[in-house]
């Protein structure tokens, strides 16, 4: 398998891991709605508002091992994606290594994953989420006839 299958199997099975476990929470969350408010009132914001931080922590990590993966994967894929960009539109990265959310899309379609719900999955956003970040990303562009191709020509794989 190569580099990039292997990449990507990994970003799968992450998100996998992620979407199964928000299911979970989620399960946990109805099962407690059928005890009586009585039984676990005390108890029920603290443990609620604890799994959705451990979810949110978990998609932190998730973030920070994509970003650090992808760079690793496609060095210039900043360097070429700012070059679609106008000038002054240009995106900077918040720390090196890390990706910014609008990239982070961007990144998973120069894999060749274009779904607006596949990438919501992938990224725990809505699909709507997903349609405003590319919105605003066109916008930006030096020629939005040729943005969407240009972005699946970015950056050579790695040997």
Not at 19 to 36: G, I, N, P, R
Not at 105 to 119: K, N, S, V
Not at 139 to 148: G, S
Request: aromatic fraction near 12%.
């Amino acid at each position: 398998m190569s580099k990039l299958g292997y990449f990507f199997a990994g970003v799968v099975a992450g998100a996998t891991a992620l979407t199964a476990a928000a299911f979970m929470v989620d399960d946990v969350v109805h099962k407690l709605d059928a005890v009586s408010d009585d039984e676990i009132s005390p108890y029920r914001a603290c443990e609620h508002t604890n799994s959705y931080k451990l979810a949110e922590e978990e998609a932190v990590n998730f973030y920070i091992r994509f970003d650090k993966a992808f760079i690793d994967l496609y060095p210039n894929f900043v360097e070429e994606f700012n070059q679609l960009l106008l000038p002054e539109k240009q995106i900077v990265l918040p720390a090196p290594n890390s990706l910014t959310k609008e990239l982070r899309i961007y990144a998973l379609m120069r894999l060749g994953i274009t779904d607006g719900q596949e990438l919501a999955t992938l990224l725990f956003y809505s699909t709507q989420t997903i349609y405003n970040y590319k919105t605003a990303i066109r916008k930006r562009a030096k020629d939005l006839t040729t943005f969407d191709a240009a972005i699946n020509r970015l950056c050579n794989v790695i040997g």
